[in-house]
């Protein structure tokens, strides 16, 4: 009875310790320089947003126009159409 009794505790103690032994974790960073992130926003990433554009009203003979301004570009987009 004494031997079954020694080795239930130690095995218990065996399975106690490998149950709290610490696990190292360790984080992998890896970082990118710089150039290399300006390098590939300048040659693929010119415009993230989109353009902007905005409207111009004018009236010729009486009527009504519109014009859309690319403020992007910085050019015309359309010519002038009729609104009316």
């Known amino acids: 009875m004494r031997k079954l009794n ?21 984080e992998v960073r890896t970082e990118v ?12 990433l010119e415009n993230v947003r989109g353009q902007v554009f905005k409207w111009y009203y004018r009236r010729y003979n ?12 910085e050019k015309w987009i359309t010519g002038w159409i009729d609104c009316e």
């Open 6 to 26: 020694m080795r239930f505790l130690a095995t218990s103690m065996v399975a106690l310790t490998l149950l709290t032994v610490p696990v190292a974790a360790t």
């Open 33 to 44: 320089p710089q150039e290399k992130i300006t390098a590939a926003s300048d040659s693929k």
């Open 62 to 73: 009486g009527k009504l126009q519109k014009r859309l301004w690319s403020l992007t570009e």
